[in-house]
């Protein structure tokens, strides 16, 4: 099962910051946290992942809380093209280990 | 920018027979997936395979399936004797050796059994 909780949907006006939050309790110390996203029924779309650190890549922002039990995705200005269900994933860096894939949340950006 | 490639997109069987789904993973990579998703539901874990040989599978991964790369470019899936619950959308993914690495996907092959 998914080690994550997550809304089940969201809205956000175009041009809007979408904040998206995930809460990982339970992650441990060589977890990482993953932010994927699957547009229709589109292969998932890999957008950033991060240990303890704040990232930032040119499709997103991830926050991470210094306990690292939760983190928020965010999309600076969101476009409708961002419509999509966004995945939060933990985990373990290991080459073999699969991703383990939640409901996700259904990001609806609206004009 | 290089992406996994899955071919066919859409492929028709009729029940008991088998297929296989083909898959073009990114250059250089050397961790290679197979997921499926069933319609309306959650992106399920199939099998990984690292230096031939298959590293994880799931409990979905049964003798009926098997996975192959059978040169230095394609990454097969093989179900040997189809069912209807076999439909679904079957994504392949591959990643680089280094750690720390995202998975990236294809953008799948529907797999419709009749």
């Known amino acids: 099962d998914a080690k994550t909780t997550q809304p089940t949907s969201m809205d956000c006006a175009e041009g809007r910051a979408a904040n998206l939050p995930c809460n990982h309790s339970?992650?441990?110390?060589?977890?990482?946290v993953y932010w994927y996203r699957q547009i229709h029924s589109q292969g998932p779309q890999y957008i950033i992942h991060?240990?303890?650190n704040n990232e930032t890549n040119e499709m997103a922002s991830l926050i991470i809380t210094e306990d690292r039990k939760s983190s928020t995705l965010i999309l600076p200005h969101a476009t409708l093209r961002d419509t999509a269900v966004y995945y939060c994933?933990?985990?373990?860096?290991?080459?073999?280990?699969?991703?383990?894939f939640g409901k996700g949340t259904r990001l609806s950006v609206i004009a | 920018e290089p992406e996994v490639t899955q071919t066919p997109s859409h492929q028709v069987t009729q029940m008991g027979q088998e297929v296989i789904l083909r898959c073009v993973p990114i250059?250089?990579?050397?961790?290679f997936y197979w997921y499926r998703q069933i319609l309306g539901q959650k992106v399920e874990f199939l099998v990984s395979?690292?230096?031939?040989?298959?590293?994880?599978k799931s409990e979905i991964f049964d003798d009926q399936f098997s996975v192959e790369r059978p040169d230095g470019s394609n990454f097969t899936l093989k179900i040997r004797s189809t069912k209807l619950e076999d439909s679904a959308m079957y994504f392949c993914?591959?990643?680089?050796?280094?750690?720390?690495?995202?998975?990236?996907f294809g953008d799948g092959t529907r797999l419709s059994i009749l």
């Open positions: 395979f690292y230096n031939n040989e298959i590293s994880e």
């Open positions: 991060g240990l303890k």
């Open positions: 993914a591959s990643r680089d050796g280094l750690s720390n690495q995202p998975q990236h």
């Open positions: 339970t992650i441990s110390g060589n977890e990482y």
């Open positions: 994933i933990v985990r373990l860096d290991s080459g073999n280990t699969p991703l383990v």
């Open positions: 250059s250089n990579h050397l961790y």
